[in-house]
């Protein structure tokens, strides 16, 4: 069974990724991004992807919105499908209408994502405007105020240009941007990483209070596991371009049953209520995505690796929804 | 306590802008012993980085002294700062605009030693290197490279390796591992600590990160808006916050232990602005959920209990 | 990532300047533009042993407009001037006074964009209002008010060309220090106490080096024409001294029914021109460890 089971009981799947493959081929040689990642999103969950630089969350985001650089970003195998639809050989008119009014994605950087000549109140009435030419200007204007308000910013405030918001403000701006069309999914890349703690809790309890009120899915993507626990309510771990595990906040965060990548993370975190005196580092480097190894590609840096992790890849083993992509557990199993 | 490594008296830094006097340091008093680690905390704008490079005299301070080891820094010489670059050194933040991308490996970390003149004669330069990288973890086969051709953590040791060149008895280290993944992140802060253990280097530790500071520092300051809000050893600042700011910031920060998901939050409203022509008083109140009339008042550091510092009215 | 992995294979044991010299040679077209500009000075530089000076300005009526044939290589002009002699010594003022203009107009740049750029300030309001105001001027009116005031002379020539392109220069270097002198590496010089110069030197001027030898090399090109067009108003070189741009203007109603006239001095600037921009190119990505050995 090579199914990631993020929920184990049946329910409506709104985004479905399948062994997904995405390789980006340079001049230099064939980057393998993305080898066999899958992931269940359903409506209204928070989902929260989690992994190191260059594990292929970005890579998952753009490849939902078929945004990968053209030619470059290639998908090999696999399928995304959403709510029923397969993306990947939907026509580009449904992708169009697709992006931004059911699925909208919020970048890491609020200052680059905005456009500075222009107000703040046009950049979310130009959303607008594309999803629905049809709505009379007054009630685009109402809208758009509607949702200001609801993201902390006084409408007055909309005739104003991007620099004189400060980083908090702006990234509120975004987020009010992708959800005035109030779409399914919400694909949020490191919404939060370029902000202060304080700030950033602000913005998360926001994303919360947003999504109770819409009922968006949102799929977080972060490299902090802190944020995840806060905000999730699931949570897939990324390696190497694969899920490695995912289940409940609950069942991952609990720390009784991990894989030894998931394990290697919380041993290297510094947290506040840990008491230990020296970190453990997880040894040696990701796996090099133009040469993945035949087996485990976490093999390199495991402290458990046996011989069959050098030769065959590993598969996904479930126990009421949280799964865990290692030999060591399906070993256990069959004891 | 002997004389301190490293001591400040109402250091003050001002950056004149176009709407009036910046004040990005506020009459700051800190003190920091041999081998010690003060950490210093605070959101972006809230002039910790500039306080480290004040210290260094990398930028000229407005008012008051640095000492270090009794001597005030600030008035040397030009001839007397040779002083200053052979025990003060610095590592920063950003592992890609840090080190000079036209230079080897070795070659960043000789040019100190060229440049102070601690070691003569390229053998012995050579040999002086090796040692070094060896004790930061570099593999002698980086000699050659360049920066480009390694990751963030293995630069982030280079440029350990840079400011270890000259063998400084103080490092002010700004956010070095703000920009690292957490496994690569545990790698620098273990190295640093071990190198103080065999070094007895002190360390100013400057980050955003209050997990991190937890684990490395002896001592921690609470920076805000150019001022210090709290000063008290790590354990005591723990256990015991005072300052509404100190609550708020600890609470901010996500944590893995889920036990702490239902804690008691200190949202804070409201945004960091910049200290230009500051009003007297507490910079903090315009957030403070507990702010008063007296908090217009100037505030003061002080001493609630042994070695704990507040500057808040409700504290006495 | 396979770069690390490459960096085996990579040079070992080579000087920053080795390795420089060495990306160079590996580059192709760079190696032609040496190989064709060396030729070039060679050439002009040995003429005396096989052109006598003297045929520069030999009239000779009779043989006027002779195609290129054993005698005359190039063929003569109108007045039966022999066009070889004059193109082979024409490329000494022209060539060799392009590259001094360049020279000096790059060294003054540097030095007071680089000084405007790090020091910034009340330097740096004093020297770009200064060239602000050489900026201007036209750089061909100013280059004739300044030859004009000094008097005609080949030499006087180059300081005029070298002051009117003082300005884009220092504006490159400014523009690209200024980006620079806020890098981290450069508070780390300062840390271990680098001298401003050191720091100017060692970091920064190698990491802005590129767009500052590209800009020059492009405009070599530029200024080769200017000389020949300030030859032709007069200013500068007077005829009968040969120089690639005078020729073209001396013979243009010509070149229609003998194309040579203009064809082959034209090839020359073409030539030296393509030449030097192969060669900065070339420095430009010698000077970038990032492109691969």
Known sequence: ?335 | MGVPLIETRGLKKYFKTSRGMLHAVEDINLKIQAGETLGVVGESGCGKSTLGRTILRLLPATAGEVLYNGENILTYKKHEMQKIHLNMQMIFQDPYSSLNPRMSIANIIAEPIKVCGTVTGRHAIEEKVEEIMDLCGLPKRYMNTYPHELDGGRRQRVGLARAMAVDPKFIVCDEPVSALDVSIQAQILNLLMDLQEQKGLSYMFITHDLCVVKHISSNIMVMYMGQVVEYASKEELFKNQLHPYTKALLSAIPTIDLSRRSRERHALTGEVTSPIEPAPGCRFAPRCPHASEKCREQSELREVSPGHYVSCVLCR | MSKRNAKSTAPHERSAWGLILFRFQKNKLAMLGVVILAAMALVILLAPLYVSYDRVSALDVLNKFVTPCKEFPFGTDELGRDLFARVIYGGRISLFGGIATIVIAFSIGCIIGGAAGYFGGKVDTVLMRMIDMLMAIPSALLAMAIITALGNGIWKLIIALAISEIPRFARVVRASILTLRNQEYVEAAKCYGSSSLQIIMRHILPNGIGPIIVSATLMLGQTIISISSMGFLGLGVESPTPEWGTIISENKINIRYYPHLGLIPGACIMLAVMAVNFIGDGLRDAFDPRTKN
């Open chain 1, 1 to 335: 069974m090579r199914e990631s089971a993020v929920h184990a009981e049946k329910c409506e799947n709104l985004l479905e990724i399948q062994d997904l493959h995405v390789q980006y081929n340079t001049d230099d040689a064939v980057v393998h991004a993305l080898n066999g990642f899958s992931l269940t999103v359903n409506r209204g969950q928070k989902i929260g992807l989690v992994g190191e630089t260059g594990a292929g969350k970005t890579t998952c985001a753009l490849s939902i919105l078929r945004l990968l650089p053209d030619k470059v970003g290639q998908i090999t195998s696999g399928s995304i499908t959403y709510d029923g639809e397969d993306l990947l050989h939907a026509p580009t008119a449904y992708m169009l209408s697709l992006r931004g009014t059911k699925v909208s994605m919020i970048f890491q950087d609020p200052m680059t994502s905005l456009n500075p000549i222009i107000t703040v109140g046009d950049q979310i009435l130009e959303v607008l405007d594309l999803h629905y030419p049809d709505m009379s200007k007054e009630e685009k204007e109402k809208r758009v105020d509607e949702i200001l308000s609801l993201v902390g910013i006084p409408p007055s405030r909309k005739n104003e240009f991007p620099h004189q918001f400060s980083g908090g403000m702006k990234q509120r701006i975004v987020i009010a941007m992708a959800l005035i069309a109030e779409p399914e999914l919400l694909l949020a890349d490191e919404p939060t990483t370029a902000l202060d703690v304080t700030i950033q809790a602000q913005i998360l309890e926001l994303m919360k209070e947003l999504k109770s009120k819409f009922n968006t899915a949102v799929v977080l993507i972060t490299h902090d596991l802190g944020v995840v626990a806060e905000f999730c309510d699931d949570v897939a771990v990324v390696y190497a371009g694969e899920v490695i595990e995912s289940g409940s906040v609950e069942a991952v965060f609990a720390r009784e049953k991990n894989h030894p990548y998931t394990e290697g993370l919380f041993n290297c975190l510094p947290d506040l209520s840990s008491t230990a005196p020296r970190l453990i580092p997880i040894p040696g480097f990701m796996a090099d995505p133009t040469n993945l190894p035949e087996g485990c590609s976490f093999a390199d840096r495991c402290p458990y690796c046996r011989s069959i992790c050098r030769s065959e890849k590993p598969q996904m083993h479930v126990w009421g929804g949280h799964g865990i992509k290692c030999h060591l557990f399906g070993q256990k199993e069959v004891e």
